[in-house]
């Protein structure tokens, strides 16, 4: 695969940089390689014959300039995840590389002391400081800077690429930012931290870690949503953000799920309105035979006292509708404490609770899908405060009343408050449950205090999607096609009458069904992403090009499907510094690269160029060809592999050594789709029924399909 390193994590940047020097594909210029040569560099620039540095011009370099910055969303030719790409000119400093200015080793390192831990293409720890000392170039520098300025925000990013365009100086700068807006304001202030530390002059980073960090905490994800949304993608559940605050799409289509923060798509609204009542809360708990609080509500500040009595001292006063926290006053033993109490909490609008104070340790659960996947225990009663780890500790019983609890009120996930003498007792006697909270908060069980924090996004991804679903639906991905959309629209026919509710997103418009939702080109990133939003699409099918890859990405992560029937021209790609033949595999290879491993590459065996891309697929490659006996797929054929290819009589399904099935075509109608049609018509032809055969739909399906097809619909979708 192109990207090795990342490839066993594609959804995980985990860590400091760990590789930033090597690019397995051949889109952009070559790896920046140590600047250890010295030949054509300014005398002034050079090493002496001793190997001592020479002084450096004696003047500011003028500021490298950001030309533009592209936002790729989704899979492309550098990664399979979101990155900022910056277009840098690097102006006269293209002569001047790290080694040959004095004092910006010293000042970089300095600076940010974490660059020690970046690799970079070295493989081991100070491989980026040694780059650097040896002589590497200031775009290189700047993605370093970028990325460790993420870090230190608390942005956990580790992909970063540098790579030359073949205009002089002018280069490609590539780091993952999970926001756009993000990403861009880390690669600025990069771009003015080497600069400074280049000239020599003042930089404030704190300042500079401050404004990203105040960004990132705008933009990005709650630290309970990154922890659901990260134990999806580790379990190759793709993700979509629904807004810019915490609402996100799990899985594609009619297999999605969704959440905001922990309320998910299965959270009952009366539900939390039980749970935010604690008086009828408190009732139906009771009544279920779980342990709580005596108490009541009280009218006035003298029947609050009048409660308390009655209860016994000390009590606890709290509002009744609301948080755990709204207008609660704990451990009050004497009539001025409860009244005064009540009037505070009444002062809020809602009745107010009068019940007994239960002392002990208080304690936090997070139940999901029925069961307490962590518990985080804080050293007085009611405290929030500097909680520990608990979920060893929870007896069997407890764990058990909890559960119930979250059950009676009708919630899927919820945090359970407890206050108990010992958590490690059966509940009843020595404790009770004082609150079930819906759209509970995570923080508690994930921050730094916990030392070994429970694994609570996965516990909430396995209650979503119980082992076995992967919120997939089939996708075909199609590349290549030129001016016809003829293949992607049989494809999206075929899984339209095998049952599916099928989107197509191609050049003739978006198709959802029967029904054309739009006329215009729908190859971007907005159209597709558009339809695997709608939770009606069982099945998607894509066409995307070469400019689409390059400039936005796939709006899916994964296919089942990925065709490539041509290799690309690579015409018009000048302003992505694509100019040459040689750089369309790199290119193209994105639609193989997608492939999931139970998945199949769909490649035309016609084209040598595109028989190359085969090795990148994670998956079955299946061939097709015009020609019987395309060396390729004869070749293919003896390893067992599966092939499609052209007879006069029709198409030819074959594997290995197996029987051939043959989906005869009449004469009547080989001049449009037979023998005697154009080419072009015949290879779209023999891709979509390629797909349909890895996408296991019935063959007799897919024959009828073919004998049945209007001439209208095969020649508008083939101009």
């Given at each position: ?379 007085e009663a009611h405290s929030t405060q500097n909680g520990s780890d608990a979920t060893s500790h929870i007896h069997p019983g407890t764990a058990a009343l909890a559960a119930l609890a979250v059950r009676v009120t ?273 290879r779209h032809i023999l891709a979509a029924v390629a797909a349909a055969w890895a996408l296991n739909l019935p063959t007799e399906l897919v024959h009828a399909g073919l004998l049945h097809m209007r001439k209208s ?7």
């Amino acid at each position: 695969m192109r990207f090795l390193p990342q490839r066993g994590e594609r959804h995980a940047d985990q860590g400091r940089p760990q590789e930033s020097g090597a690019f397995y594909g051949p889109v952009f210029g070559p790896v920046l390689q140590i600047k250890a040569q010295t030949a054509g560099l300014p005398a002034a620039a050079r090493k002496s014959e001793n190997g001592a540095q020479l002084a450096a011009p004696q003047r500011k370099f003028a500021d490298m300039k950001i030309l533009r910055m592209n936002w790729v969303r989704g899979p492309g030719v550098w990664t399979y995840r979101s990155i900022i790409e910056a277009v840098l000119d690097i102006g006269e400093l293209e002569d001047f590389p790290s080694n040959t200015i004095p004092g910006y080793y010293e000042r970089l390192t300095a600076w940010l002391p974490g660059l020690v831990e970046h690799k970079c293409g070295v493989g081991e720890r100070g491989g980026f400081l040694q780059r650097l000392r040896e002589g590497t170039w200031p775009g290189h520098v700047m993605e370093h800077v970028a990325l460790e300025l993420q870090m230190q925000a608390g942005m956990n990013t580790a992909f970063g690429k540098t790579r030359m365009t073949g205009e002089h100086a002018v280069y490609k700068v590539v780091i993952r930012a999970f926001d756009e807006a993000v990403g861009r304001l880390a690669l600025e202030s990069a771009r003015d931290l080497v600069m400074a530390a280049i000239n020599g002059t003042p930089y404030d980073v704190p300042a500079a870690i401050a404004r990203l960090k105040a960004l990132g905490e705008q933009r990005c994800f709650s630290a309970g949503t990154a922890c659901i949304v990260d134990a999806a993608l580790a379990r190759g559940i793709p993700c979509i953000r629904l807004n810019e605050s915490n609402l996100v799409q799990l899985g594609h289509g009619a297999a999605q799920r969704r959440i905001w923060a922990t309320t998910t798509d299965r959270t009952s609204a009366i539900a939390a309105g039980i749970s935010r009542d604690k008086d009828l809360l408190r009732g139906l708990l009771k009544g279920a035979g779980i342990p709580v609080p005596e108490g009541r509500v009280a009218n006035s500040a003298e029947d609050a006292w009048e409660a308390a009595e009655d209860i016994g001292l000390p009590v606890t006063v709290k509002s009744a509708i609301g948080g755990r926290e709204r207008g609660l006053a704990l451990n009050l033993a004497t009539r001025e404490q409860v009244m005064a109490a009540w009037q505070a909490a009444d002062a809020l609008g809602d009745d107010v609770i009068v019940e007994k104070f239960i002392p002990g340790h208080a304690c936090r659960l997070l139940v999901a899908g029925g069961r307490v996947v962590a518990a985080t225990r804080y050293a007085e009663a009611h405290s929030t405060q500097n909680g520990s780890d608990a979920t060893s500790h929870i007896h069997p019983g407890t764990a058990a009343l909890a559960a119930l609890a979250v059950r009676v009120t009708g919630l899927d996930i919820a945090g359970v408050d407890l206050v108990a003498q010992d958590l490690a007792a059966p509940l009843p006697g020595q404790g009770v449950i004082v609150g079930v909270h819906a759209g509970p908060d995570l923080r508690m069980h994930l921050r730094p205090s916990v030392y070994d924090p429970p694994p609570v996004g996965e516990a909430i991804v396995e209650h979503l999607f119980p082992l076995g679903e992967s919120g997939r639906i089939p996708i075909v991905g199609m590349l290549g096609g030129g001016a016809s959309s003829f293949a992607p629209r049989l494809v999206s026919s075929w899984l339209h009458l095998h049952g599916l509710r099928t989107a197509l997103a191609c050049q003739e418009g978006l198709f959802l069904g029967a029904r054309q939702l739009s006329k215009s080109d729908s190859r971007g990133y907005d159209a597709g992403e558009r339809m695997l939003i709608n939770r009606t699409v069982q099945a998607a099918v894509f066409e995307t090009t070469p400019r689409h890859i390059l400039a936005e990405g796939l709006p899916y992560d994964r296919c089942q499907v990925g065709v490539v029937l041509a290799m690309p021209s690579h015409e018009g790609l000048q302003e992505h510094y694509v100019s040459e033949a040689q750089q369309m595999p790199g290119v193209a290879r994105t639609q193989v690269d997608v492939v999931l491993p139970t998945g199949a590459a769909v490649l035309n065996a016609d084209d040598p160029a595109v028989l190359t891309l085969a090795e990148y697929s994670d998956g079955e490659v299946l061939l097709f060809s015009l020609d019987e006996q395309n060396p390729a797929l004869t070749a293919h054929r003896a390893r067992g592999g599966r092939v499609v290819f052209a007879r006069p009589q029709g198409v030819v399904l074959a594997q290995g050594s197996g029987p051939e099935q043959m989906l005869s075509v009449p004469p009547s109608t080989r001049t449009r789709i037979g023998c005697d049609a154009p080419d072009d018509v015949r290879r779209h032809i023999l891709a979509a029924v390629a797909a349909a055969w890895a996408l296991n739909l019935p063959t007799e399906l897919v024959h009828a399909g073919l004998l049945h097809m209007r001439k209208s619909v095969a020649m508008s979708a083939y101009h």
